[in-house]
């Protein structure tokens, strides 16, 4: 190599970039030991911006096109070096490329449930997910707050935080649209779009725009899932009579296109239960037509009355239910006297039974005690 390629190699005369990395949002001209020279062509493509950095204060920015580096495109670069009146030598600044396209590959979503009260389910925990797109609208801003020094600041180095800040406005935007939960769907579109300007105002500082915001998924727990879907299952099914028998039919049809001997016995059986249908139809009484007066059917005797059960202490343990017969009976045998405490439903306590008029017939032929002998 020869001294003019070798002097010639330590000047930058083309300065661009090819992002070819789909997730690199800032990227860093390399300079290492190569000076910039004065007249140097720089390209800027769309949806890139080229910021210059001298000694860690950011200068000159420049927009999409392709310029020729003198002191007159770059007044804040020549007022930070002192170049009051042109300079035409080599000269070193730090280039960043800040990408301005949207970047739509970012992903959101709750680790951890969120708590809001509904009005039908009371306190309830949701999970949430989805995605949103980010873009770059003040370089100088991203370069200061979140960039610094890095010569490649990628999508994965912001994510986390972002993610983190989205998770914290989720609840209080998921509250005052005041939706119930059955009814979030509705809304997730509207909430997206609140969530994603509150977002661009919170990330202005950063210089990071949030054009869209979406919300693809918001879910209950497994079990309130699985009580949403028997409920749901129970509306589907409606009359369950009606469904009931709907099944029978189809299970007679299967039956009869079986020709096989299994099939033979239960078309029998559905036949039969079928027959039985028809059967107790034909017994129950049949609806008379409107306008004609209803037919009484004959009235027969009336229920016997239901007699008192009581009950005995006899010797000191509790004996019974008997009816007024099988009471009398007691008495009778001896059992049960004029001095045993008796007891049914509706008394306040026990009482001895010559004192309950209800029952005073059946002592009218049981002698009363001897008199004691003197």
Excluded: C
Aim: no cysteine; proline share 7%; glycine share 10%.
């Amino acid at each position: 190599m020869g001294l003019w390629d070798k002097v010639k190699g330590e000047f930058i005369d083309i300065i661009e970039w090819l992002d070819d990395s789909r997730d690199t949002i800032v990227w860093r001209f390399p300079r290492y030991q190569n000076e910039i020279k004065m007249g140097a062509k720089l390209v800027v493509r769309e949806s890139q911006v080229a910021v210059f950095v001298n000694e860690g204060q950011v200068a000159d920015v420049f927009v999409p096109g392709t310029y020729t580096l003198q002191t007159q495109n770059m007044p804040i670069l020549s007022t930070l070096k002192g170049w009051k009146y042109g300079f035409d030598s080599p000269w070193k600044a730090e280039v960043y490329y800040v990408n301005t396209r949207q970047f739509t590959d970012f992903k959101w979503g709750t680790q951890n449930p969120i708590m809001m009260r509904d009005a039908e389910f009371g306190m309830v925990r949701i999970r949430a997910f989805g995605a949103y797109s980010l873009r770059v609208v003040h370089p100088e801003n991203l370069l200061k707050q979140l960039v610094g020094t890095d010569p490649q600041f990628r999508t994965e180095e912001v994510s986390e935080f972002l993610r983190q800040l989205i998770v914290g406005h989720l609840g209080p935007a998921l509250a005052a649209a005041q939706v119930p939960v059955l009814d979030l769907v509705s809304q997730q579109l509207l909430i997206g779009q609140k969530l994603a300007g509150v977002l661009t105002q919170e990330l202005a500082e950063y210089g990071i725009q949030i054009p869209k915001f979406i919300i693809e998924n918001i879910s209950l727990p497994p079990e309130v899932e699985e009580a949403l879907d028997k409920r749901t299952s129970m509306g589907v099914l409606g009359n369950l009579d009606q469904y009931t028998k709907f099944q029978a039919a189809n299970a007679m049809e299967d039956a009869a296109n079986n020709q096989g001997g299994a099939g033979e016995g239960f078309g029998l059986g559905l036949g039969m239960a079928a027959a039985q249908q028809v059967a107790n139809s034909m017994n129950r009484p049949q609806q008379q037509p409107q306008g004609q007066p209803q037919q009484q059917a004959p009235a027969g005797p009336p229920p016997l009355p239901q007699q008192a059960q009581w009950f005995a202490a006899i010797n000191g343990a509790q004996a019974g239910p008997f009816d007024q017969g099988a009471l009398a009976q007691q008495v009778q045998a001896g059992a049960i006297n004029r001095g045993t405490l008796l007891w049914k439903n509706g008394m306040a306590a026990w009482t001895p039974a010559e004192q309950i008029q209800e029952i005073a017939g059946i002592f009218a032929s049981v002698p009363p005690p001897l008199p004691p002998m003197g």
